[in-house]
């Protein structure tokens, strides 16, 4: 064997490696997801018939839309919706228009029914209720409330209340600062880090958070200190741009969408913000792990290959 015939047969071996990890991981990456007939319609006080949703395209009709991601809610619930409503209600609260879109995730209990009582008793606020025929994953819900809102903006808040619903005002002052159409503030939870929010959690969970930190920071979002808190306000704008093209449905869609977000130049801030562990936490430790760890190593490929990109905001590309 001469040196030619060697350096073909690296590059032969080379390009067949590349062709294979990019063929396992089309394989192993989700598509968009396709709404079913079922879930582009929502119920409400006024239309307790199904009724189809508004696109995030159209022109927002209220102040703030309230993402309310819930799967198997029945016990955590009602306590968040409580003091939410109170707050909106409020004179303190920075929208004077608003809805909740009550995204119940394929719920096997009685997640539905409960958030249409709130909505029957709760003449004063529009709260719809919308209903996916199957469960998608906290990513799933929260992109079908945002591509569904009616707000100039929109909060993603956990079921669980484990914010404060009143740290809204500080997400929307700083999103006042920014000057950009399109802008994102989050929730942050670093600050938390050395008290006894965190120390109360166990050990394996802590080491765990911090091997999530750091395959972050290889990911391409160490810039952010807390990718993972459960409450986010998008600008209309920001949410246009970003959600159609979100692809992940489980617990790592909150990095795709800052990874998004950094790609279209979308300004995030993130603000301190009070939070409590509540129990009944669903995150299973084990799996989860290993399910985030296997969609981050997705998101990186597909980022590496140019797969996952949102177009630049200046074409007009609408995906429903
Ligand atoms: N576990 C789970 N939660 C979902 C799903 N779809 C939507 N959610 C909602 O996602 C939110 C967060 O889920 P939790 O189970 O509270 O997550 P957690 O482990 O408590 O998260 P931390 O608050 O960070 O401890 C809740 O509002 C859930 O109802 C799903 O498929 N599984
Ligand atoms: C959801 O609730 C139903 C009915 O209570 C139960 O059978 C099911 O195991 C729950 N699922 C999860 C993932 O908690």
Redesign the pocket.
């Known amino acids: 064997m001469d040196g030619t015939t060697l350096i073909y047969g690296a590059v032969t071996l080379v390009l067949a490696v590349i062709l294979s990890c990019y063929t396992v991981l089309v394989l192993l990456s989700p598509a968009l997801v396709v709404p079913h007939e079922q879930d582009k319609k929502y119920r409400s006080r006024n239309t307790p018939n199904p009724t189809p949703l508004p696109s995030i395209h159209a022109d927002p009709e209220v102040d703030l839309t309230v993402v309310?991601?819930?799967?198997?809610?029945t016990q955590?619930?009602p306590t968040m919706l409580k003091s939410t409503l109170a707050y909106l209600a409020s004179a303190a609260s920075p929208a004077k228009t608003h809805e909740v879109l009550i995204?119940d995730?394929?719920s096997r209990d009685d997640t539905s029914d409960l958030a249409m009582t709130f909505a029957k008793e709760n003449p004063g606020h529009e709260i719809r209720v919308v209903t996916l025929h199957r469960?998608?994953?906290?990513g799933?819900?929260?992109r079908h409330g945002m591509m569904h809102g009616r707000g100039k903006r929109l909060l993603m808040v956990?079921?669980?209340g484990?914010s404060r619903f009143e740290d809204v005002n500080l997400l929307w002052d700083a999103m006042d600062k920014f000057a950009e159409d399109a802008s994102i503030a989050i929730g942050s939870r670093a600050h938390l880090v050395k008290t006894e929010a965190v120390v109360k959690r166990s050990v394996v969970r802590n080491v765990l958070m911090y091997g999530l930190h750091t395959i972050l920071r290889v990911v391409g979002v160490g810039h952010i200190r807390d990718t993972?808190?459960?409450f986010k306000l998008f600008s209309r704008r920001a949410a246009q741009l970003i959600f159609p093209y979100q692809h992940l449905c489980t617990w790592i869609f909150d990095v795709e969408v800052l990874l998004l977000a950094k790609q279209l130049r979308v300004p995030v801030a993130e603000v301190p913000i009070e939070w409590h562990?509540?129990s009944?936490?669903?995150?299973n430790v084990l799996t989860d792990s290993l399910q985030m760890l296997r969609d981050l190593l997705i998101l990186r490929a597909n980022l590496v290959f140019g797969r996952w990109v949102a177009p630049p905001a200046t074409t007009k590309q609408q995906i429903q």
């Open positions: 309310v991601p819930a799967f198997n809610e955590r619930m995204v995730d394929g469960n998608l994953g906290k799933g819900a929260v956990d079921a669980d484990a993972q808190c459960g562990e509540v009944g936490s669903k995150l």
